[in-house]
């Protein structure tokens, strides 16, 4: 039997949090290098990402990571959130210099819905990486937040554009038309539905489920299999959580997040009911003013147009991206207000505004289309 002492949990504690202080003076200090090689990149014209370098950076963490007895998996899930956030670091350091904005200012974000929507939760992942400090406001809907920020009374607006298991969202796309806001970035939020209620009820004892309409048709195949439930649309998932808490009916449920969950005090009944499990939103983050992105940035372009009324135009139109070496990364159509049978065409494509090629190539598709509008560049977070 050993004679060493065994230490009480009180001395257990106390390291563990002198470890947790060394690791965040690491980070900090880490972060330290970040800022100067952003600097480097502004001077160097290099690029943010290298794809090479942050997949040899995993590889030798796991490998650090085993010959450390630390899961590998764990260890390089964690280093792949410290180099996205280094990235988004450095991408706001150099769209900042670029575009003078102040970095200490209050910066005022509208999205649609209530504390523990996912438009929320885009807000806080979009701007996790700014020193500013952040002002999420949530509002009834998406033409409200598109309003609030082309009058000045917002900084930014986040909207949902599309979804992997619902598709596009239109009425995003057609306020995009309408009011002159600009693109300045995008987000991508993993979408997790979750069946929430007062208690921890029995699936038979639930009567009606509220949620968003497009959670609802996220969540149809589970849906189905709630005998004698009705379904009911609601303003925000959030918003829907939000009134089974008030209502206080052990017969209701809602269709929300988990975060969503814990902030209203409500039961996870089930998780991951969506019919696609890996389910995704993205976002566009829009502004009264567009951004100028530097080359060494990975950069998307988005603009509407429509084709001008006669045979080929459309195609024609595509050929010419295609012609410029300019990858299509989307491609939406819709009808075109006042004018039946006629349609807008919304196309996003990897390139940015500054270059001579993206200039010469909406040049010529001004030829072959009735309407051009630009809705800007920003920074890719998907190809």
């Known amino acids: 039997m050993s004679m060493s002492k065994k230490r009480d949990l009180k001395s257990i504690r106390e390291e563990l949090d002198r470890i947790d202080q060394s690791l965040l003076r690491a980070l900090s200090d880490r972060h330290q290098l970040i800022q100067e090689t952003a600097a480097f990149k502004k001077d160097s014209k290099e690029a943010v990402r290298h794809p090479d370098r942050e997949h040899e950076i995993l590889n030798r963490i796991g490998h650090m990571a085993r010959s450390n007895g630390v899961d590998r998996y764990f260890a390089m899930s964690l280093f792949r959130q410290i180099i996205d956030y280094s990235v988004r670091f450095q991408t706001d350091y150099l769209i900042d210099l670029e575009n003078a904005r102040n970095r200490e ?7 649609q819905g209530t504390d523990g929507a996912y438009s929320q939760q885009a807000v806080f992942s979009h701007f996790s990486a700014k020193p500013n400090e952040i002002a999420s406001i949530g509002f009834e809907t998406f033409r409200e937040v598109v309003e609030a920020v082309d009058s000045g009374e917002l900084d930014y607006g986040m909207l949902p554009i599309e979804n992997t298991t619902a598709g596009s969202i239109n009425d995003t796309y057609d306020l995009l038309h309408k009011h002159s806001v600009f693109i300045v970035g995008e987000e991508v939020v993993r979408v997790n539905h979750c069946l929430v209620a007062m208690r921890d009820v029995p699936l038979g004892n639930i009567k009606r489920v509220f949620s968003h309409p497009q959670a609802i048709a996220q969540c149809s195949e589970y849906l189905s299999r709630l005998h004698h439930t009705k379904v009911e649309t609601f303003l925000d998932t959030a918003m829907a959580a939000k009134k089974v808490l008030e209502d206080a009916d052990l017969s209701q449920a809602a269709i929300a997040s988990e975060r969503a969950a814990e902030l209203y005090g409500l039961k996870i009944i089930a998780r991951n009911i969506a019919n696609q499990k890996n389910n995704f939103t993205r976002f566009v983050v829009i502004s009264r003013n567009e951004i100028s992105c530097d080359s060494n940035i990975t950069t998307k372009t988005s603009i509407i147009m429509s084709a001008a009324h006669r045979k080929g135009a459309l195609a024609h139109c595509l050929n010419i991206l295609q012609n410029y070496d300019l990858n299509l990364t989307k491609l939406e159509s819709r009808p075109q207000p006042g004018t039946p049978w006629e ?12 270059s001579p090629q993206v200039q010469e190539a909406l040049e010529k598709l001004k ?17």
């Open 105 to 111: 200012t209050l910066l005022k974000v509208g999205y």
């Open 367 to 383: 030829e072959f289309s009735g309407m051009l509008k630009v809705l800007g560049s920003y920074p890719s977070r998907i190809s």
């Open 343 to 354: 349609y807008l065409f919304y196309i996003d494509f990897e390139g940015n505004l500054a």
